[in-house]
């Protein structure tokens, strides 16, 4: 592990938050959610449908659920979950590649972001209050072939696939702590003036595409050219000398993403280890991770006797081949727990609980019954830390509802402090209001 300066890497952002917050003229579309509730990030979970039978509890008392054989590794940390079921989309018929996942919507599109799922939507309400981080979203997701990703911007939005790259563009440039006492400046400076003269060459190369291009790769490659000048600002906020405003602690980032890089499966653990490390640094606030596509995920993991296509090798085959399904559904489950046990186990630099306490982690899908191709009955699982915005229960808590999935959606937004919901979902969903019952009093 190696430890970067916080309060170096946060100059200039933190420097412009104050005078931002206080003259934006979009701040009034930004509420805090009830006091000590509102995190500081967002990590969404994104895969396929699952089997109901096999995900939902073996029995529940009360809100307190026995978990299935699938879903059983939630025990080590069911003090933070809430399960959700029974959730309709808008358009339950709509199954494989339809945009309701995260969008809370089919195959149209309205309001002023048009397509855009919550991750993108919050991202957009946090920039016009004015918050900045060096990366307003990130998301990743290794062998997403074949298929569609649950994430939009009037397009469909691809995510960082291999480790070694996201690692590059999430912690590329940062200085040691260690060397925060010195005044010599020059070869970082230096290094810096190398890299943003390749990325501009590369930038003017890519614009003089743009003319020989329809509207929709037009619109890919204006969010590929964004996603070059977000890493050129935050190399330049990174090597600025002096002080910031991002406090005195360090925070502490992965060591370059080792493995096997080939399964796309095994690619995706080391994603989480950079997005935790991502969220230690407050390099992005919002992040997402897409497991397969919405038509298939290669499952080879020798380790516990798996090797197939989740789709149609596992979803699509009948009950008994959903022991294999279990079998996947398990793993994933172990790698959800994962990753909050990692952020439960790391402190925040500012010294304000650990990550998990500031964090809202929410397990989506694109289908609530997969065999049976429907959105009738969405699922969630959602996690949170001590004073988060969850209500919580010691054995867990697991809520069958009937309201429509898309206000699970909004309780991400209201989590996140945004209480506008103007744009996002569903126009004809009419009154919008996060889903009643979740959030702590």
């Given at each position: 592990m190696r430890s970067h300066s916080r309060r170096k890497f946060l100059k200039g952002v933190g420097a412009s938050l104050g005078a931002s917050l206080l003259f934006s003229p979009f701040y009034d579309s930004i509420a805090?959610?009830?006091?000590?509730?509102?995190?500081?990030?967002?990590?969404?979970?994104?895969?396929?449908?699952?089997?109901?039978?096999?995900?939902k509890p073996k029995s529940v008392s009360g809100e307190t659920p026995t978990f299935s054989e699938s879903t059983s590794p939630l025990e080590e940390v069911k003090e933070h979950i809430v399960m959700l079921d029974g959730l309709p989309s808008g358009s339950p018929s709509?199954?494989?590649?339809?945009?309701?996942?995260?969008?809370?919507?089919?195959?149209?599109?309205?309001?002023?972001?048009?397509?855009?799922?919550?991750?993108?939507?919050?991202?957009?309400?946090?920039?016009?209050?004015?918050?900045s981080t060096p990366i307003p979203s990130l998301l990743l997701g290794a062998a997403v072939e074949g298929g569609k990703t649950g994430f939009y911007k009037g397009t469909n939005l691809s995510?960082?696939?291999?480790?070694?790259?996201?690692?590059?563009?999430?912690?590329?440039?940062?200085?040691?702590?260690?060397?925060?006492?010195?005044?010599?400046?020059?070869?970082?400076?230096?290094?810096?003036k190398r890299r943003k003269s390749v990325l501009d060459n590369l930038t003017k190369e890519l614009s003089s595409l743009k003319g020989n291009l329809g509207k929709e790769q037009q619109y890919k490659l204006d969010l590929h050219l964004e996603s070059i000048r977000q890493l050129e600002q935050r190399l330049s906020n990174t090597m600025t000398p002096g002080g910031g405003g991002g406090g005195t602690g360090s925070c502490s980032v992965p060591g370059t993403p080792a493995g096997d890089m080939t399964n796309g499966l095994k690619?995706?653990?080391?994603?989480?280890?950079?997005?935790?490390?991502?969220?230690?640094?407050?390099?992005?606030?919002?992040?997402?991770?897409?497991?397969g596509s919405d038509q298939m995920m290669n499952a080879n993991l020798s380790e516990i006797g798996l090797s197939g296509e989740e789709h149609n090798g596992m979803i699509h085959t009948g009950a008994?081949?959903?022991?294999?399904?279990?079998k996947l559904e398990k793993w994933l489950h172990q790698q959800f727990v994962g990753v909050i046990k990692k952020l439960k186990a790391t402190p925040e630099a500012d010294g304000s609980g650990t990550l998990l306490d500031n964090t809202l982690v929410a397990w989506c899908r694109d289908m609530g019954d997969a065999p049976n191709h429907t959105q009738n009955e969405m699922k969630f699982v959602l996690a949170?830390?001590?004073?988060?915005?969850?209500?919580?229960?010691?054995?867990?808590?697991?809520?069958?509802?009937?309201?429509?999935?898309?206000?699970?959606?909004?309780?991400?937004?209201?989590?996140?402090?945004v209480t506008d919901f103007s744009g996002f979902g569903d126009p004809a969903l009419g009154s919008k209001s996060p889903l009643p019952g979740i959030a702590a009093t």
């Open positions: 805090n959610a009830a006091p000590g509730k509102k995190p500081k990030r967002l990590l969404i979970f994104f895969t396929m449908g699952t089997a109901p039978s096999i995900w709509n199954n494989h590649g339809s945009a309701d996942g995260l969008t809370g919507m089919g195959y149209y599109s309205n309001g002023p972001y048009g397509l855009i799922s919550v991750d993108q939507y919050i991202v957009e309400k946090l920039k016009g209050s004015g918050l995510p960082i696939g291999s480790p070694t790259s996201a690692y590059s563009t999430v912690f590329t440039g940062f200085t040691p702590s260690n060397n925060q006492g010195s005044t010599d400046n020059s070869a970082a400076e230096a290094l810096l690619a995706n653990q080391l994603h989480l280890d950079i997005i935790v490390g991502a969220f230690a640094c407050d390099i992005t606030r919002i992040a997402a991770i897409q497991w008994p081949a959903h022991l294999d399904l279990i949170s830390g001590n004073g988060g915005y969850l209500k919580t229960a010691p054995g867990g808590r697991f809520i069958k509802s009937g309201e429509r999935h898309e206000r699970v959606l909004l309780s991400l937004c209201d989590a996140m402090g």
